[in-house]
């Protein structure tokens, strides 16, 4: 599952007539980078969200033809935000662990070691990074592939996660749309010791305001090396 639904506030202007995952990067809609690097790792059955904006996420995405994949997209008819869009899209990916990908970051990760990778039962497992310069203070801590609640040494949550779907076992039998974070939820999970972790170290950029994006488009052009921002 890719991302896709947020409002994009911190790219404004840019974001007041085009959903943030259209903003292009090297020519190509962010989202297009992540469809493309997730259907080279040979994963091809892909669940978009859309909320903002959502009629230009659904046109670009189609079937997903183009690209040789599968698209569905998850219509919500106002932001969920991150827990509440997974929760939301649960009947479209099936009863096994799945991929979760926020489509406002820049990661070239290699999505094709993770195929394998199970959860444990209620579970997640989370790619972490580097502390970037404005999130210096990071998320969790990582001791032995487990991931732990923040202490003195800590790392930043990347957006990309396998997910159990008993993770969200508390919210199953909603009927309606679920408007809940995902941190409240992970942290839950981390303090029940369910959620393991592995650090990345290669490129990761959270494309979260224009500045970041210039930058990123910048070294782009240059093939200037990359660190987390």
Same mark, same amino acid.
């Given at each position: 599952?890719?991302?896709?639904?947020?409002?994009?506030?911190?790219?404004?202007?840019?974001?007041?007539?085009?959903?943030?995952?259209?903003?292009?990067?090297?020519?190509?809609?962010?989202?297009?980078?992540?469809?493309?690097?997730?259907?080279?790792?040979?994963?091809?059955?892909?669940?978009?969200?859309?909320?903002?904006?959502?009629?230009?996420?659904?046109?670009?995405?189609?079937?997903?033809?183009?690209?040789?994949?599968?698209?569905?997209?998850?219509?919500?008819?106002?932001?969920?935000?991150?827990?509440?869009?997974?929760?939301?899209?649960?009947?479209?990916?099936? %009863?096994?662990?799945?991929?979760?990908?926020?489509? &406002?970051?820049?990661? +070239?990760?290699?999505?094709?070691? #993770?195929? =394998?990778?199970?959860?444990?039962?209620?579970?997640?497992?989370?790619?972490?990074?580097?502390?970037?310069?404005?999130?210096?203070?990071?998320?969790?801590?990582?001791?032995?592939?487990?991931?732990?609640?923040?202490?003195?040494?800590?790392?930043?949550?990347?957006?990309?996660?396998?997910?159990?779907?008993?993770?969200?076992?508390?919210?199953?039998?909603?009927?309606?749309?679920?408007?809940?974070?995902?941190?409240?939820?992970?942290?839950?999970?981390?303090?029940?010791?369910?959620?393991? %972790?592995?650090?990345?170290?290669?490129?990761?950029? &959270?494309?979260?305001? +224009?500045?970041?994006?210039?930058? #990123?488009? =910048?070294?782009?052009?240059?093939?200037?090396?990359?660190?987390?921002?």
């Amino acid at each position: 599952m890719i991302l896709a639904a947020g409002l994009g506030r911190r790219m404004l202007p840019l974001t007041q007539n085009t959903p943030k995952p259209l903003l292009e990067v090297a020519g190509k809609p962010l989202l297009e980078h992540h469809i493309l690097n997730l259907r080279s790792a040979g994963i091809t059955e892909l669940v978009i969200n859309a909320a903002y904006l959502a009629d230009q996420i659904i046109a670009f995405c189609g079937d997903g033809s183009r690209w040789g994949v599968q698209i569905q997209v998850s219509v919500e008819a106002e932001p969920l935000e991150t827990a509440g869009g997974i929760i939301k899209a649960l009947p479209l990916l099936g %009863g096994s662990s799945f991929l979760v990908v926020n489509s &406002d970051i820049w990661c +070239p990760f290699p999505f094709d070691r #993770l195929i =394998e990778c199970s959860p444990l039962a209620e579970g997640a497992h989370l790619i972490l990074v580097p502390n970037p310069p404005h999130h210096a203070d990071g998320d969790f801590s990582l001791e032995q592939g487990c991931v732990r609640v923040k202490s003195q040494i800590a790392f930043t949550y990347s957006g990309i996660g396998i997910y159990h779907p008993q993770f969200f076992q508390s919210f199953l039998s909603a009927k309606r749309p679920v408007k809940q974070p995902l941190k409240p939820l992970l942290d839950a999970a981390i303090t029940a010791g369910k959620v393991t %972790g592995e650090l990345h170290a290669g490129t990761w950029i &959270d494309v979260g305001t +224009p500045q970041r994006l210039q930058a #990123l488009n =910048e070294a782009r052009k240059t093939a200037a090396p990359l660190s987390n921002r």
